[in-house]
């Protein structure tokens, strides 16, 4: 039977008659019932034997969990035993299935948040869902270059991940320490936390440490902290030579080093030192995101080009000359500046290193529509994650394949844990704002799977284009927390 | 879907309940299956 809590008996009757339901159609008009019976979620399904035993009690339940309960309350009634047991006959996943499920996500960026998110309001309360980071703070990394140049404070681009907690969330400060697949379970510093579903998503790790004079000579493009030094060292800028530097591949945000270039181009000629300034950008490309298609790299390098801006391709790091000042490439060539802004190696966090979760490439291989790594109920996103491409290159580290993935790989988990199967896959699709200065910006996106290159739509710069930026950033901030 | 924030966790598995004299029919001799749900 249906019980409708709050319904009455002429809206029950219309109710079974508009679906031609052939079961009774009861009216909880008052809702004691409903409170009495269940956690206040609907569907919420009790299976009582005759003789008034509650065999089954859930909330959108999986039909493993289901079937088993029906097969014991005839068990009961007949004599004869089950023939299919939990833990013979079920698979792994409806096992996991069949009990309130821990989901356990590594990492509050944006790949962890948009998980964690998506399965709170897909699962019910008896699902735990955690988050753990070793920051107290979500940081909008993207907004890092409006923070170099002084568009934008820190109070601004940041979030206490403990606001996860209000939207039934359960967030945990500190630093994992292991991950244990064979067990399945994850360490943290101060506690140990079972899994039935783990989402990997701590990202990519900059090591500037791992360039001697780093510390000493360049300000990184990627932290806070950098951010900071760059926005200084710009303040204090009378003339000279400003360089962008990419140490090696892969980087995330693929823009970044140029939207950097085109950011710092458009302060120093507001500042009025322009034309006592050159800006060079030096990179391992052989053109400006090369996952794109040419056209796109070909015209970033025209608009760097517009502006003055020096583009160095194929310019392969090998060390810093603190002392000189200097950047040096692999063949030798030397090149002074006066202002150094560098993105540093980036690597996978070194628990993930440990795990056993790493390929030959360095980063956790994952099916490219599923984002599944060979561990069962273990899934890993984002920049930690890697995506071998129809063009052989890999997937782009970016914020928003991290973003769509996290939705995808939420609606499988909840997906099993409910019993269903809707089969829901990572398409491929991403796009990329291009911050190109004075309040303007360009546009990309569109399918990275498709084969044999990505086919992306390249939008013609524009004001509109910054503002969509600056809108998607309010949107993000005030969504998610 | 949520209905109500002041519920508790729900009847569990393994505890006794009359539905008669809560007011439902007892309609299967095998069982009673009670849905609680909302009209879409």
Redesign the interface.
């Known amino acids: 039977m249906y019980v409708g809590p709050f319904e009455t008996t002429e809206s029950c009757d219309e109710w079974k008659r508009e679906y031609d339901l052939a079961f009774p159609v009861v009216p909880d008009a008052d809702g004691a019932l409903f409170r009495r019976l269940t956690s206040g979620w609907v569907p919420w399904s009790i299976l009582v034997a005759p003789d008034g035993e509650v065999v089954f009690s859930e909330n959108e339940f999986d039909e493993a969990g289901f079937g088993a309960a029906i097969s014991q309350l005839l068990a009961k009634q007949t004599g004869v035993a089950p023939t299919a047991t939990e833990s013979t006959q079920r698979t792994p996943a409806a096992r996991r299935a069949s009990k309130a499920a821990t989901v356990v996500i590594l990492g509050g960026g944006v790949g962890g948040i948009v998980a964690a998110h998506n399965l709170r309001a897909s699962l019910g309360e008896e699902h735990r869902i955690f988050v753990i980071d070793r920051s107290p703070d979500h940081l909008f990394q993207s907004s890092l270059l409006w923070l170099m140049v002084g568009d934008r404070r820190e109070h601004q681009i940041r979030r206490p991940l403990e606001r996860l907690t209000r939207r039934g969330i359960e967030f945990v400060h500190d630093e994992v320490v292991e991950i244990d697949l064979e067990r399945r379970l994850v360490r943290t510093r101060a506690r140990t936390l079972d899994f039935d579903y783990l989402i990997v998503a701590l990202g990519a790790r900059t090591v500037p440490e791992s360039i001697e004079g780093f510390g000493e000579m360049a300000h990184d493009l990627y932290s806070l902290e950098g951010s900071r030094g760059i926005k200084n060292a710009l303040d204090a800028f009378t003339g000279g030579k400003v360089g962008v530097l990419v140490t090696s591949m892969p980087f995330k945000c693929p823009a970044a080093p140029y939207e950097a270039a085109f950011l710092v181009e458009s302060f120093l000629r507001a500042k009025g030192v322009r034309d006592r300034s050159e800006i060079h950008v030096y990179t391992p490309e052989h053109q400006p995101m090369p996952v794109a298609p040419a056209a796109l790299g070909a015209s970033i390098v025209e608009m760097l080009s517009a502006r003055g801006i020096q583009y160095h391709p194929l310019f392969t790091f090998q060390k810093m000359r603190p002392e000189t000042r200097e950047i040096v490439a692999a063949d030798g060539h030397a090149e002074k500046v006066d202002l150094l802004i560098a993105v540093p190696p980036h690597q996978a966090p070194e628990v993930v290193r440990s795990s056993g979760l790493l390929g030959v490439s360095g980063w956790i291989p994952v099916d490219p529509g599923t984002l599944r790594t060979e561990h069962e109920g273990v899934f890993a996103i984002g920049d930690v994650s890697t995506v071998r491409l129809p063009s052989g290159k890999s997937l782009p580290k970016a914020g928003v394949f991290a973003h769509n993935q996290a939705v995808v790989v939420a609606r499988q988990i909840a997906d099993e844990i409910r019993g269903r199967r809707d089969g829901a896959r990572f398409d491929g699709g991403g796009y990329c704002w291009i911050e190109l200065g004075d309040g303007r910006a360009g546009f990309a996106g569109g399918n990275f799977y498709h084969d044999p290159e990505p086919r992306l739509r390249v939008a013609r710069p524009g004001r509109a284009w910054h503002w969509g930026k600056v809108a998607f950033e309010k949107w993000w901030l005030r969504r998610w927390f | 879907?949520?209905?109500?924030?002041?519920?508790?966790?729900?009847?569990?598995?393994?505890?006794?309940?009359?539905?008669a004299s809560?007011?439902?029919?007892v309609?299967?001799?095998?069982?009673?299956?009670?849905?609680?749900?909302?009209?879409q």
Do not use: H, I, N
């Not at chain 2, 879907?1 to 539905?19: N, P, Q």
């Open positions: 879907m949520k209905v109500l924030d002041e519920s508790g966790k729900g009847v569990a598995a393994g505890s006794k309940l009359d539905l809560l007011g439902l029919p309609a299967g001799r095998r069982g009673t299956l009670v849905v609680f749900w909302k009209r």
